[in-house]
């Protein structure tokens, strides 16, 4: 499997601008997370679903952030509009929820940047 | 809701020393700790996972240990070498949060040659 995929890899642009990031999870997996890392916050959970229903979006920092799971193989995490401090690194990660522990694996993330 | 709190933010051992990483927890439903590893511009990656229903688990030079008492659990590095120099998150899931991980804020190991 090639493992959880995003695009693009980086993303520079200027405030104001709308961006969308993009993930495909593992083939089969049923949960989805995105997440975002700063120096100063950490990793930051910011929305999950499973069975590309969100489950909980309160992570989601205004209502500039929106995601969505058309179906199961495909999600977005759009910002509009975008500003300076909206620059992080953006992972999603998926999971195959069954029983205790779910082992998430990460994509590569999307290191945005927004000028 | 759950809070993991994690020490120390960060370590310096020389390399063949023991690395012991700290994590505390609030919510004693709380049932699946997992251990995250993240090499700098890298994504975290698993690299050891303990349940509530286990109170230590070994792999090779890694082992983490639970006490669900005390809603601590710790990771031990031995015999430490200048590639695990790396950032370390810990994390909790409660019982019906359906996978939702809360993370510590990561502790940042430099292992010195």
């Known amino acids: 499997d090639a493992g959880v995929i995003q695009s693009p890899r980086h993303e520079v642009t200027e405030m104001g601008q709308e961006v969308t990031l993009r993930c495909k999870p593992i083939?089969?997996?049923?949960?989805l997370f995105w997440y975002r890392q700063t120096m100063m916050r950490g990793l930051e959970l910011l929305i999950y679903?499973?069975?590309?229903?969100?489950?909980?979006d309160s992570g989601m920092p205004e209502d500039r952030f929106s995601a969505k799971m058309p179906n199961a193989s495909f999600s977005t995490l759009k910002i509009q509009p975008s500003e300076p401090r909206d620059s992080a690194v953006y992972f999603c990660?998926?999971?195959?929820?069954?029983?205790?522990?779910?082992?998430?694996?990460f994509g590569p993330g999307t290191r945005l940047t927004v000028l | 809701g759950e809070n993991v709190e994690q020490h120390p933010s960060t370590l310096s051992v020389q390399e063949g020393d023991s690395a012991v990483i700290k994590c505390t927890y609030s919510?004693?439903?709380?049932?699946?700790f997992p251990w995250y590893k993240q090499e700098l511009g890298k994504r975290p990656q698993l690299i050891i996972d303990?349940?509530?229903?286990?109170g230590e688990k070994k792999d090779q030079r890694i082992a983490v240990t639970l006490n669900k008492t005390a809603k601590h659990f710790s990771l031990h590095i031995t015999e430490t070498q200048p590639e695990d120099s790396a950032v370390y998150f810990c994390?909790?899931?409660?019982?019906?949060?359906?996978?939702?991980?809360?993370f510590g804020k990561g502790t940042k190991l430099s292992v010195k040659p």
């Open positions: 083939s089969g997996h049923n949960s």
């Open positions: 679903f499973n069975n590309n229903v969100p489950i909980d």
């Open positions: 919510d004693s439903a709380s049932n699946y």
């Open positions: 994390a909790a899931s409660r019982r019906g949060s359906q996978g939702n991980l809360i």
């Open positions: 990660a998926s999971s195959l929820r069954q029983g205790i522990g779910n082992t998430q694996y």
């Open positions: 303990i349940r509530s229903n286990v």
